[in-house]
Each structure stands twice: as C-alpha cells, then as structure tokens.
C-alpha cells in the first residue's frame, strides 16, 4: 500500500496541494491565492445582472488599512464571476487610506453609484478617548459606463457628497452610509443614513436627505438611539429593509403582477423595483409556502425545464410543515421595517428591531426586539438586497475563529455567508430567515444520499434514479449512543456539501450531527450540530466526544457578552481569545455557541431578561416545540450554516489542515500522511464522516435525509479546473496507469479504503480540481455548468 501510495506522490512532488477542506466554494471567499475580505457592500441590481462588493484585503490574510472594495457579478445570485477591483485608495485623497463600507444604488438619471466612508488615520496626537481611529468623509463614485453590464469600472466623485456631522455632538465614529428611501411619486427626497454613536453614551444613524443624489444633502437628524441599558457607543453598518409575512414566492408574484420594471433595485426600503427578468427561475408551487407550517417556505426551486433542485417542502422550512405554531392560517399579512445595526465592534453579534419607519425616523421604543441575526459567533455587517423577485436577500461577514486559527497564519482569510432570504413571523414578531432556493442548482445530483422521499418526485425514494445516488427507506431508528454515518463512504465527500434532515423526537432528548475530523491532518478538530427537544436549542459544540455531547447538548447556551469600544489590540483579541479556549479546556464544557429558537414567543419578550416574560417564554416555547424538526446544514470546508426553525446559526469547525503560507508538501511528507490517513479510516471508519446519533431514554426516527456534494459558485472554475485537470492527467499518465493497475489487485475492503484516503488529501486525478486566476474566453465560460465540478485549490508550483 505504502508502494501505491508513493506512485500516486512522486509526480507531484512539485503541485502545492490544499485539502478539499482548505477553501470554501459556494461562500464568497478571496479568489486570489492570498487575501482577505469582511462585510459585504452594495448589493445592486442593474439592468438585469446583481452586483456584489465587499471589504478587501489583497495579498494578506489579516485586515490592514488601506481596504478596497472587491467586486462579482451574477445573474441569478448562484453563479458568479469575478471582477475586477471597483474601489482602491486614492494617494493623497480623502480614502487614502481605506475606502471602507457603504452601499450602492442608481440615481435619478439611471447612473450606479456608491456611497461609501473614505478614512485617513489618525495621528497619535489626533487620538481621543472614545473616538475613531480615523477621520471619516462620506464619498461618492458613479459607474464610468452605465451600459456596461459588468461595471468594471468607477469614477470617484470630487469631495464629499455629505456635510460633517454637528461639531459638538462628541461622536465615537461616523461611517457606512445606507440608503432608507430614493424619490417617488409621493416624496421628491433621498434619504440616507450614516451609522453613528455618541461616545459612552448610545448607539445611533445619522439621517440626511437630498433632492439630488450627489449634493444639497441636509442633515434631518438622528434615526433613533440605543436604550441606555444596551450599552452601545457605536452602530457600524446599520441597514434596514421592509419585510412581509406574506411568503416570498407570494410576494414575488405580487412583484410582477404589479409591473415593476424600472431597471434597477437599490438596497433602499422604499421604491424597491424589480427589472422583470426571471433569470429562468419558476415561480411555481416548488417555491410554495405551506400554510400549516409559520416557519418559512420550501426550498425546493424549478430551473425552468420541470426538474426541481430542492427538497420536498417537509424538509427544508426549518421545522416540520406538518404541525404549525398556532392559527397562522387567519393570520393576515403583516409588514414590518426591519433595523439591523452591527453594535461597537466585530466582536458582537448583529441585533435587528421590527418596527416601523417613517421620514427619517424609526420608532425603536415601540419596536419588537432586539432579536440576534445569527445564533453563531462569527456573523457581522450584513447588507442587504431586494431581487427581482421581491425577495429582502441578505449576506453578511463570516469571519475565523481567534480561538481555534491565529490570525494571519494561512494564506486566506473570512468569507461571506450564503445568500439569506429574510421574511417575518406569521404575526410579525420574529425575524425568520433561510438560504436562497436558488442554491440547489449548485448539488451535485450524481452521488447524492437520500434517506426518504426524494426531494423531486414525492414518491418512496429507494429508487436509484440518480445515476449512481444511494437511496435507503424511511423512517431509520437511531439508537441513543449509537453514530449512524451519513453520505456514504467516501470521508471526501463531506467537505463541500449540503445536508437536510427530517427528524421525530422518539423518546430521544436530543440530536447530534457529528461533523468528524480529517485525521492524520494537522489542526483538525471535529465538532457537534446539536439540536436539544426539551428546550428548543440549537448549538455546535467543539467536540465529538459522545459523553461530552450529551451533556452539553441538553445545556442551557449562555447569551454572549456585549463588549463595547474601543476593542482591543489584535494581540489582545488573541490573548483574549486563548484564554476563553484555556477556561472552556478547564471547565470540561467545550467552545460552543448557539441559542434557543424561540418559536412562537415574539422577539421583544424573548430579548429583555426580565424573570415574568422569561417565564412566559419558556411556557410558550414548551408549548409550542414540534415533534419533528428539519435541520438544513450548509458545510464548506470550515465554514459552517446551520438552519432551523427559521433561524440560522454561522460558525467555523476546522476539521483539517489548510496549509501555511508558502508551505509546498514534500513528495515523501505527502505519502506518509496519506498512509497515516489510509490507517486510521480502516481503524475508525470515521475520518471526515458525517454522522447522526440522538441521546435521551430511546430512539429518535430519521424520517428524511438527503446528502449532496457541492458544486463551485464560480462560473470560470469548471473551465479552469477541466483545462487543469487535462493538464495534470498529461504529467502523470504513468503513475496513473500503474496506480490503477495496483488497485485492481486489492481485495475490496482495502480498496475502499484507500480510495477514501485518497480523495481525503485530492491526489486522485479523477477527484482533482484546481482553481487559477487565468483568462477565459466569454463563451467558453458560458458554456460550462458549474456542476462540471466542486473546485479544490490547488496551486502548480
């Protein structure tokens, strides 16, 4: 085996080769092999193509000044392309050192532009207690061709296009303009907001409006303040939308009966247009909303040509369609403005308000909140869009986890979560989100793992109409203590996939999805999915030990302290950050992060802490938790999505090594880890599993589950990876050939196993694929799905 395995290394002594686990493929991430990004700005539909920017870093995998704005385009918010960069500082400007957040939109005479904060550092000297670290202006840049369907190129704007707030104000920071309204039939103003805070006193917007995008802004006054109790000094990258409980697929077809064709979407709350271009999506019943269930509507989505992508809407709201949470069916729609700030700094979790807005003004004393956008502990500075469906689409900054990766110690940094579509609570009091549908067009069909109906056909799937998919009957028992593995056998598979399970409580307590380790690879380190009946909680827990899971599981989550600015030093954020790891080591509870679902109780009462509404709320919670819950679970090398009950959960599990800067395996390192890999799958079975197990007084019953591997959201990387792949299999025909000769005379077992080993570390030519900046011809990349394909990183020395 050892021989075996060496034939497949020695030709490739030279190929600088990342696990499938390094890099994420269907998250926004640095295209280039070096780079760092963080929030997402901008979002912008244009004469039917989405624009999306974002904070960039090139050539550093930590942040540093002098950010730009990185840029890709799509057509239908799955397969992008990347661009190049639309904002740089300019030497001696008023961004020169960093052009920071802002948003985009197009103003009255049909011209992109972004609205963004300019920075120039401090000097020691300049520095105040409370205060930025920069001065901060508010600049302008408009598109350079309005008919270029890719903006590739932008002109910045002389000066700024706001006044400097009010001198005595005492503000801890003013940055990150958003737009609230543009001008309609009913008001000849532009509104914008620019988020804020006094210092040690209150987090706040500036709103400022204008009958001309680009001048004759006047200030209005604050938005609203934070309560003292929140204890907030600054709102960075505040954002707000108009939301329905109304489902979105109803509200995208009330979008286009209603004509809306204007052109162009802003990420504004008012006069919110579509551009009447389907993208060739079906707004049929696979996007229909189950009025037995609150939670949301099926994931499942029609390409256009009859076959649906997605699941079986009894798999994908979050929660169980067959039970609801109360008469939501006599509900009428609610519509509900939606508040998001982003308090002090990247530490804290986003916090959203649902309320209502009017000329400048959000009544946040009367609104229902605050409610976390996000269970988990990396999720920061969303932005938002309205699409051409009428949907609210959100994305947000995934950052890395101080606690288990030193900043700066690989080659790339953070991404962006999946697109969310945001929609309310039958009566308006919750905000609910879930990935866009739209993303089962990235699942690989061929090998997919179905447990269940299928998602297409409703039909008892054990059939294998899938070319080669396994398929097994439904309900399955899980047995308390006792790991049932997921996806089939190949450990490869699970690193770029995307999960649904439909579970029944049972007599179980709680349910587990272990997400196993790469072993043999450095830093790899499992964790646990835990979803808990008795209170309603989902968490992932830094663990797979079976005892600790069940204990853990069945815990209360602690709600996450508030730090306020100014926030530390990155050597304190890392000191910071081995201590929480040293106290979690020595309390025996590990890393974890999570929180309760909070179904039917509304958002203000979940939020405020007091003893009789937290009382109330865990009656209703008691009452209102289902027998059966849906979990949908988006993995992508580290990066981890969970959702819920409406509710999604974004951290980091690093189950494997994603290599050091300038770290080129030798030929003799990389044999000896496969053999270690090859060894420890045949030991345990378990290397990179996915697997379910429940704990409580007897079994919980699978009743659905669907497994399938990933493709790249890149539109070149199929073309990219086909000509690489073409190229490698050239350089190595004989070590393929003798490779495959040596596994034709392995019994099956041994086989088996190390084709697992192997598509571990992606030595297999078959199983490689390889991502490079190089230049694609427009029809070529057009040409080709991205289902071609899962791209791997992998860098030809």
């Known amino acids: 085996m050892a021989a075996l395995l060496a034939s497949f290394a020695a030709p490739l002594a030279r190929v600088k080769v990342e696990p499938r686990v390094a890099r994420t493929i269907f998250h926004l991430a640095p295209t280039a092999p070096c780079g760092w990004i963080n929030d997402p700005n901008g979002p912008l539909l ?39 960069v639309a904002l740089e500082p300019s030497p001696g400007g008023l961004d020169r050192h960093g052009c920071f957040s802002g948003c985009a939109t197009v103003d009255e005479n049909g011209v992109p532009s972004i609205l963004y904060t300019g920075v120039i550092r401090k000097t020691q000297e300049e520095m105040e207690p409370g205060g930025s670290h920069q001065h901060e202006a508010q600049l302008l840049a408009v598109a350079a061709d309005p008919a270029d369907p890719e903006l590739k190129e932008w002109v910045k704007l002389p000066g700024q296009f706001l006044p400097q707030p009010p001198a005595d104000m005492a503000l801890s920071g003013w940055r990150d303009p958003f737009i609230l309204e543009r001008p309609s039939a009913s008001s000849p103003w532009w509104y914008v907001m620019v988020g804020a805070g006094v210092k040690e006193t209150c987090g706040t917007a500036l709103v400022y409006r204008s009958g001309d995008l680009r001048q004759g802004w006047q200030y209005v006054g604050p938005l609203c303040e934070s309560p003292p109790a929140a204890m907030h000094t600054m709102w960075e990258c505040p954002i707000m939308a108009q939301l329905s409980s109304t489902p979105p697929a ?4 009330s979008a286009a009966a209603n004509g809306h064709s204007n052109g162009f979407v802003t990420n504004g709350y008012v006069a919110l247009h579509s551009n009447g271009h389907s993208n060739g999506h079906s707004n049929s019943s696979s996007n229909s909303y189950s009025n037995g269930s609150s939670n949301g509507y099926s994931n499942g989505h029609s390409n256009g040509n009859g076959h649906s992508n997605g699941h079986s809407n009894s798999h994908s709201n979050g929660i169980s369609n067959r039970r609801s949470n109360g008469n939501s069916n006599n509900l009428q729609p609610v519509s509900r403005h939606m508040l998001c700030v982003s308090p002090d700094y990247c530490v804290n979790v986003p916090l959203a308000y649902l309320g209502s807005y009017a000329g400048g003004r959000f009544e946040l004393a009367a609104a229902a909140g605050p409610q976390r956008l996000d269970l988990g502990d990396i999720l920061y500075a969303p932005n938002v869009l309205t699409d051409d469906q009428g949907r609210t689409v959100l994305w947000a900054w995934m950052q890395e986890k101080q606690q288990l990766r030193p900043a700066g110690a690989y080659d790339s940094a953070c991404c962006l979560c999946v697109p969310r579509v945001l929609y309310l609570s039958p009566d308006g009091s919750r905000l609910l989100q879930q990935p ?39 309900p399955l028992a899980l047995l308390p203590g006792v790991p049932m593995q997921l996806g089939g056998s190949s450990s490869s598979s699970s690193s ?7 579970l029944a409580r049972g007599e179980a307590q709680s349910v587990v999805l272990l997400l196993q380790p790469f072993e043999g690879l450095a830093g790899a380190a499992g964790a646990g999915i835990a979803y808990c009946w008795a209170t309603d909680t989902l968490q992932v827990i830094h663990s797979t030990d079976l005892a600790t899971l069940e204990a853990v599981a069945a815990m209360p989550v602690p709600t996450p302290a508030f730090k306020r600015l100014p926030g530390p030093s990155p050597e304190e954020a890392a000191a910071e950050a081995a201590a929480a790891a040293a106290a979690a080591a020595a309390s025996g509870v590990p890393l974890r992060c999570g929180g309760a679902l909070l179904r039917g109780a509304p958002a203000d009462e979940a939020c405020n802490g007091n003893s009789a509404s937290s009382k109330m709320q865990e009656q209703q919670q008691q009452a209102d938790v289902p027998a059966e819950v849906t979990l949908r679970v988006l993995i992508d090398g580290s990066c981890v999505e969970v959702f819920a009950g409406g509710q999604a959960l974004g951290t980091r599990v690093y189950r494997g090594d994603e290599h050091p800067l300038d770290h080129i395996q030798p030929a ?3 044999a000896a880890s496969m053999a270690a890999l090859t060894a420890d799958a045949a030991a345990s079975g378990t290397c990179g599993a996915l697997q379910l197990v429940c704990f409580g007084e007897g079994p919980a019953q699978l009743l659905g589950a669907s497994v399938w591997q990933m493709s790249s959201m890149w539109l070149p990387g199929a073309a990219v990876a086909r000509q690489q792949q073409q190229e490698l ?25 190390v084709a697992s080993a192997a598509a571990a570390v992606v030595l297999p030519v078959a199983e490689l694929s390889m991502s490079v900046q190089m230049p694609l011809g427009e029809a070529e990349a057009a040409a080709l799905s991205p289902r071609d394909t899962a791209a791997v990183p992998v860098e030809v020395a």
């Open 436 to 474: 866009l549908p739209e993303l089962s067009a990235l699942r690989q069909q061929r090998g997919a793992w179905h447990v269940g109906k299928h998602a297409a056909d409703g039909e008892a799937a054990c059939t294998k109409s899938l070319g080669d998919a396994d398929a097994f009957e439904a």
């Open 496 to 502: 770029h996939v995307d999960v649904e399970l439909t």
């Open 668 to 670: 003799a390192e990389l």
């Open 46 to 84: 244009h004469n039917g193509t989405y624009h999306l920017f974002w904070q960039n870093v090139p050539n550093s995998s930590e942040w540093s000044w002098g950010l730009g704005w990185g840029h890709a385009t799509s057509k239908d918010l799955v397969q992008w392309q990347p661009q190049p």
């Open 250 to 253: 109803a509200a995208a077809a």
């Open 729 to 753: 299999e050239a350089m190595v025909p004989a070590a393929a050939t003798a490779a495959a000769q040596m596994l034709q005379g392995l019994v099956a077992a041994e086989a088996a196993a």
